[in-house]
């Protein structure tokens, strides 16, 4: 077998330099990890990375700009900002939990930045923002009746994108569960439960 071509063996262009260091950042966490090792993983010279950003802090704030970009995309599309408050609420949900497990890789290392440097702050800080515009969507549909008044709407945020976020620790893409299931399911347990709701005076039993 002939010996690949510069294009196969090198990633020049700038998203696929980012494919790599996300790749890197989660395998070595971002603390550990260094340009030399990106440039390494991804077959280019260290000056190469240059062409492209000024530093491993970029190549993190561009990384995981990719999920929030995605994110916040969601709320400004029709689904999110039309229709009854319970149907904006479902939309979002829906809508994230696709995002999530679209763009796993940037999502997981979105949820591990701590804030040891001024890049992770300035995520946080990203991420914050975004928290607080999800938790209005869940507001307004308390305030409109859609959920229980007995739930705090912020507290209901953070329970269910904890649920969500949590896809990234165990969905592997091409398995047996698709992205619209699990989708489907995020909205159901969110907004329906677990419990098999009774009808008159029926009990629900287990099937034996």
Do not use: C
Request: charged share 25%; net charge positive.
């Amino acid at each position: 077998m002939g010996r690949p071509s510069a294009r196969e063996r090198k990633p020049y262009n700038l998203d696929a330099l980012l494919d790599v260091a996300v790749r890197v950042f989660l395998e070595r966490g971002y603390d550990g990890s260094s340009l030399d090792q990106v440039a390494r993983a991804a077959g280019i010279t260290k000056a190469s990375i240059y062409y492209h950003v000024r530093s491993k802090e970029e190549l993190l704030l561009r990384g995981v700009g990719r999920s929030f970009d995605a994110l916040y995309a969601v709320l400004g599309e029709p689904g999110a900002k039309s229709g009854s408050a319970l149907e904006r609420l479902t939309y979002v949900i829906r809508r994230a939990a696709e995002v999530i497990t679209g763009m796993l890789p940037e999502s997981a290392l979105l949820l591990r930045v701590r804030g040891n440097t001024h890049a992770e702050q300035r995520i946080l800080e990203r991420r914050r923002e975004l928290d607080h515009m999800v938790a209005e969507v869940f507001v307004n549909a308390h305030n409109e009746g859609a959920i229980r008044a007995d739930i705090d709407p912020r507290l209901a945020t953070r329970l269910v994108f904890g649920m969500l976020n949590s896809i990234t620790e165990w969905y592997r893409p091409g398995g047996a569960m698709s992205v619209a299931a699990i989708a489907d399911t995020a909205v159901k347990i969110a907004l329906q439960g677990l419990a098999v709701p009774h009808t008159g005076n029926s009990v629900n039993k287990p099937r034996a």
